[in-house]
């Protein structure tokens, strides 16, 4: 039981102190990943004119979605404290190397590939963090809400800072953003410091694992989790996401160069923040679309997340390029959401880090994918075609869930329990 209803009630969001400075600390900290991603991938793009190097630069800062897996047992052990806090400081000293390169004139592609990671990696657990983290400050009946506030939040920050962030390096550069983007991390940090995280239950099996490995005991966390998801429906919906994000990563790669040809850096930013956009008002909506058939949101939502997409490729005119493209994202803030929230309700609370984590690896790990073959792709068939092909991953989607009846009619996330997604728990190895 989260502090927040230990009392048998269930207070506004806003009246939780920790969830205020948790959701402020994301969407600083949000800001400071979005602004050194729309300056790493547009110096990338700008010093080679390559789409090749620039999808390997968003590959690296992708690698967080395939390294997911490593980090949820992780989480489940660790003191959640510290390595928020760590984390913020680690990039904030880090993302100070590149003005400093550019001062001295050693800023080069070489110098971004070097330093991304290490930005990148510092990122790797706050995903399973946050879906850990959640349930410990706010009560079982406002999870939902609380999803959508955070994912509203981030992604609006997405929104708004990749739209500046391509507007501000038209005007001043991509090295000066990294001395603004340093500070929100330190923002982050003390925010971070000032939440009170609860402890859950002592684990059960703490005498029985004393004279276990800790590779031993780090594998078996992660064959709890694995044993959690085999035969429900989240193999195959992993599936699905795990397309969709493979022509994410394309697009990615390959939006400096198409936001280029259209007009130069302001129109990549408008396009990230299109995309951000998009989401936002997705994650908006998803909390009055619980009690929708959650199959029937994917297959029509995702189908006309495909035609928008298409359509936005081979728009007439720039604006309505950038608004198609916004609203092709729409559907994905919504799905966005209820999966969120389908985790924290279906799984059991003590492997909800690690299930979530191989989740993310398992879907994200096409991100990082996506974008080393789109660039590549680009190269070989031109950026817009490369465009057009990439709204497949969403059309994707709506295709096999139409053919699929078992996730075609899957209830509502405000129904879900374990057995309609066909989740069963059994007593793990340790008799927890």
């Known amino acids: 039981m989260t502090t927040a209803d230990a009392d048998g009630t269930a207070p506004s969001l806003w009246r ?126 406002r999870l939902s809400r609380a999803n959508s506030a955070l994912a509203t939040v981030t992604l609006g920050l997405d929104m708004v800072f990749d739209a500046l962030g391509g507007a501000f390096i038209a005007v001043f550069g991509a090295t000066t953003l990294f001395l603004f983007d340093s500070a929100t991390f330190a923002v982050a940090g003390l925010l971070f410091a000032g939440i009170a995280v609860p402890k859950v239950g002592e684990r059960g099996d703490k005498a029985e694992r004393t004279d276990e490995s800790i590779l031993d005991s780090y594998v078996g966390d992660l064959r709890d989790g694995a044993d959690v998801l085999r035969g429900s429906v989240f193999v195959e919906l992993v599936l699905t996401t795990a397309v969709a994000n493979l022509a994410t990563g394309v697009t990615l790669a390959i939006l400096p160069a198409f936001g280029d040809a259209l ?72 799905s966005g959401v209820l999966t969120a929230t389908l985790n924290q309700t279906v799984f059991p609370a003590d492997r909800l880090a690690r299930v979530s984590s191989i989740k993310g690896t398992a879907s994200g790990a096409t991100l990082p994918l996506g974008s080393l073959v789109g660039g590549v792709v680009a190269e070989v068939l031109g950026t817009t075609t490369t465009m057009g092909l990439a709204a497949f991953g969403f059309g994707f989607t709506g295709l096999y869930v139409l053919l699929r009846p078992r996730l075609r009619n899957l209830p509502a996330v405000a129904d879900a329990d374990p057995a309609a997604f066909d989740v069963t728990v059994a007593s793990d190895r340790h008799g927890e």
Not at 40 to 45: E, G, H, Q, T
Not at 128 to 137: G, N, S
Not at 314 to 324: E, I, S
């Open 263 to 334: 007009g130069g850096p302001a129109v990549y930013g408008l396009l990230l923040g299109a995309l951000g956009i998009g989401r936002l008002v997705g994650s908006l909506l998803a909390p009055y679309l619980e009690r929708v058939s959650y199959g029937r949101l994917l297959m029509v939502g995702h189908s006309v997340a495909a035609c928008c997409w298409l359509a936005a490729v081979y728009a007439p005119k720039t604006t309505l390029t950038v608004v198609l493209f916004g609203l092709a994202w729409v559907p994905a803030g919504i």
């Open 16 to 141: 939780n102190r920790d969830f205020r400075r948790f959701f402020a600390g994301e969407f600083v900290t949000n800001a400071g990943d979005s602004l050194y991603t729309v300056a790493v991938l547009w110096l990338v793009f700008d010093l080679s004119g390559s789409t090749v190097l620039t999808g390997i630069a968003n590959s690296l800062l992708l690698l967080p979605w395939l390294l997911q897996i490593l980090a949820g047992p992780v989480v489940d052990r660790l003191p959640l404290k510290p390595v928020l806090v760590g984390a913020q400081v680690l990039q904030g000293v880090v993302v100070l190397a590149l003005p400093l390169a550019a001062a001295t004139g050693w800023m080069s592609v070489g110098v971004l590939l070097a330093v991304v990671p290490i930005l990148t990696l510092a990122t790797l657990l706050m995903a399973p963090m946050q879906t850990t983290l959640v349930p410990r400050i706010v009560s079982d009946s």
